[in-house]
Each structure stands twice: as structure tokens, then as C-alpha cells.
């Protein structure tokens, strides 16, 4: 996902779906056995928010009496945070992964306060940001410079929730006499699912105890969504063509680089900028997972793979690229397991799925205004949304900052890797 920091659309946090959690051994190592490897309790591969949070929760709810429980936790990299990273772009820092945090993303809400870490704000210029949606050859849609309307009635209908969430482009009635009432029947869809997703924050001794993810998402009545594309729904929730091709599409693009006929359940949580209040950290949102870390007395392998879990009955052994050999009572998995190079024993079976590979392009310059047709490069909206045309060469282009009239920072996010002769064309 992508894009300025208002405009980005959230997804919320489903690490657990994609995070297998093996099953606890209880017994003892052997007394007959060969002087054991390091062992722990708890093995936790992968540092991103998923692995981090299992740490810190495991803390929080583990006894504390001695001997504590022993938590280590292998990452393949050199830095905590898996895919919320940041990157820096000509001494500049911006987020190259997640950047964007749902205000209904209760943990996160909740590690700041613990972390004591800061809710960056927003910059004027970030609130004033101009959409507009590339079909190729024109701007079908595009709104003009921000302007909060005078007129209260208008005022009202823009302060709908999801709308908020699109501040800036927003701001103008032009969104609202192109797609009318279908923009309350979107938000009302994402609120339905939002509510119910919010089940899962319910206490968890009041909640059930999943074996699998289609049970979990069973109970919150989110299942159904997963067995029908974004489309079906949309078209049933009663919404318009149009917001379906353009600014539904655009959202989709922007944040899965995938079109309308993807899952429902994705669609859902690329469309649930509902509510509004998006927001991220000053410094960068990896350091959730640093601080998560940090504040949960886990030994941390960074540099370190893991190249196979092979379960021993009592316990887990976990060998990584380093040689070395550990003994783990509880082996968790916190990185998606469909482009995973860990050799399981016994296998496992992973059911396949197909994959979108996002490509994201940091840029500093100009965009080039005559490859979109216009004069100026002030007639080029801040963010440059994309219908679904299988020959358009990327899915969005956003300012991350304007440095000055000649030099902005730009974020770029395609299907295949952009070719230096294309980003030629396309930047001056
Ligand atoms: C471009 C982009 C933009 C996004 N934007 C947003 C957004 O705005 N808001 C939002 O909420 N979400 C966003 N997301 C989604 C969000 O980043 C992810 O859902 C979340 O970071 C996943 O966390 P995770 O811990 O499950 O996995 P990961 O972050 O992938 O962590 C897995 C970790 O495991 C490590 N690892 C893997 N295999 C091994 C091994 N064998 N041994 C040791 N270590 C291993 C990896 O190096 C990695 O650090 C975005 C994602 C991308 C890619
Ligand atoms: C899901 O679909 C099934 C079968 O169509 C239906 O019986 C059920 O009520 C639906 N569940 C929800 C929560 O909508
Ligand atoms: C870790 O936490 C301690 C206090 O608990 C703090 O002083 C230190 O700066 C933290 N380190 C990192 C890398 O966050
Ligand atoms: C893991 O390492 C141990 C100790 O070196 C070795 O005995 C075992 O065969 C290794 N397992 C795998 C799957 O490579």
C-alpha cells in the first residue's frame, strides 16, 4: 500500500492468518540423550510485528515466577520489523512498507501507550492532497485543489466517515456528484465488517480458542466474505459501477496491487480507511516492533535463519543457516508460510496460493507532466490513482514530499519492476 500518509488506505493487521502456530510438547528431553542444544521454552521465527507480539504477549501472560519462561526469537535480517520498514531516500526517511495504522487496530493503539512512542502529525501539506485517476490516456476523475466547503449541508455529507479517511481528495462535492449515495452504501459495508472484525479484541478469556483460521473468522461472520470476490459484494452491498471501476479499483490497486476480483475479505480491509483517524508513528512504525522486543526479556538472533523445524515428539528442533541447533517446547511460526524456505518434519502441507508481488519505487525529481498529457506539473495530482488496464505500467504514484517547485519524493507501486526507460519517461 502506498501512497501519502492521509491518503493511504489501512489494512488491518491479520497476522495470526498467516502465522501457524505448532503445537505445544510438554515432555521432557530424554535423560539417555547427548548433551542437549540451547533450549528454550518458546522459539519464535521472524521478528515483524507478528513475532514481536507473540513475544510481548507471551510476557504479559506468562507467570512470573522463576524460572521464567525462556523466549528466543530468529530473524533472518539485520533489523526487527519485517515488512514495516523504512527506507531512505537521499538522506530522507519514509516508510516503505506499512505505513498507515487503523485506528481500530487496537494493539497497535495500545503499544504506542506502552512504548511511549509518538503519533506523528499530520503536515498541512499532507492534508491538502489532490486524487486523481489515470486510465492511460486521461484523468477520468480528478478533484480539484483542496477546499473544505462553505456550504454546511455539503460539509455534513463529506464528514462520512470513510470519506474523512480520503481528507483531502474529498474535500470536494466533485466526489460526491460523481458516485452519490453509493459512497454511504461502501462505507457502510466496511463498517459492517469492521464491527465484526473488532471481535476479536472482546477479552481473551471471553472468546473461543481457534484451531483454524476458517473457525476464526466463522465466529466473527467474516467467513462468507472469503468465498467471494470484492465485485459480488460491492454489487450486492448495492454500490454503482462507476465506484466500483474507479475509486473502489483505485483503492485495491493502491493497497494489494490486485483489482476487484479479489477476495472479499482483503477488499474489505483495503477499503477500511472507515472512520477515518489513519494514522503512524514519528520515526518510523518498525519500532513497535523494537520496542515490543526490547520490553519482553527475549534473546533476539538477528542475522540469524531458520532452515528447518523438525518436531521430536518433546520437543521442536529448529537448525539455522549459522550451524547452530535449538530445542524449543514451542516453535512458532511468524512470517506467511506460502513463500516460506523452511523444511518442516514431518512436511506440512501448504495449500498453495497464488501471490501479488508489489514492486515499490522510490523516485526523487519531477514527474513529467507531458506523459500525462498536461502542461504543468502542477496540473498532476498528488496522488495518481489507476483503473484496471492490464497495460498501464504501474498501480499508483504518490508525493511523499515536496521538497520544492523542482524536486519531490515520490512513491511508486507496480505489478513488475518499473524499467529505467519507462521511469524516464514518466519523471523528468
Ligand atoms: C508495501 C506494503 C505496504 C503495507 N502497508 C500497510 C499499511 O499501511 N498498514 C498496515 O497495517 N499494513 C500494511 N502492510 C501489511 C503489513 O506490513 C503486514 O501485514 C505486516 O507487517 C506483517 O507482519 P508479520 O510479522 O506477519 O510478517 P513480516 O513483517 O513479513 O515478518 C516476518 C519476519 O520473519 C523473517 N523471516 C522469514 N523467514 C525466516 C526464517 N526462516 N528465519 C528467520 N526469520 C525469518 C522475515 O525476515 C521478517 O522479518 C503493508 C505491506 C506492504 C508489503
Ligand atoms: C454465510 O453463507 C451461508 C450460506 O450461504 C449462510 O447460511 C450464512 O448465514 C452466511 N453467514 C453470514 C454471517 O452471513
Ligand atoms: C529498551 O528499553 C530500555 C528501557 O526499558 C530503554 O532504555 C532502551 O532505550 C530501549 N532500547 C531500544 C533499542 O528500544
Ligand atoms: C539439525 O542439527 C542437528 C545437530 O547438528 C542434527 O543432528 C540434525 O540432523 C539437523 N536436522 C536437520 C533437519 O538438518
Known sequence: MAKPRRSKMMSLKLPFLLTLFLALSQAQPHSDDPPPPPSSNV????????GSSVAHFLRKYSP????????????RN???GG?????????????AGASILHPKNLHTVDYVKILKLKVKEPTASEDSLSLGIWDGNKFVFKTVSPLSSTVPLIDKLLKLPFVNTLV????????????GFSLFKMQNFVEIAVDKFVKYYEDPGSRPIFETVDEMLQWAGLYNLTTRTLRDELVDAG???????????VITRINYGQSVSMSGLGGVVSLAGSGGG?????????QMAAGLINQSDVALHLHEEIKSVADLGDYYELNSTKGNSYRCEVAVVATPLDELDIQFIPPISIPERKLQHTFTTFVRGLLNPAYFGLKAVTKIPDLVGTIEDPELPFSCIAV????????STYKLFSRQPMADTLLDSIFR
Open 78 to 80: 539485520g533489523r526487527v
Open 278 to 286: 489513519l494514522w503512524s508513528i514519528e520515526g518510523g512504525n518498525w
Open 168 to 179: 483531502s481528495f474529498v474535500n470536494s462535492a466533485l466526489m460526491f456528484v460523481r458516485y
Open 64 to 75: 512470573s515466577s522463576t524460572p521464567s519462561t525462556k523466549i528466543r526469537v530468529f530473524e
Open 400 to 407: 511523499l514530499k515536496k521538497h520544492n517547485e523542482k524536486e
Open 83 to 95: 515488512r514495516i520498514a523504512t527506507v531512505t531516500v537521499a538522506g530522507e526517511t519514509f516508510e
Open 239 to 249: 454500490l454503482s459501477t462507476s465506484l466500483i471501476n474507479e475509486l473502489v479499483t
Open 43 to 50: 522459539c519464535v521465527i521472524g521478528a515483524g510485528i507478528g
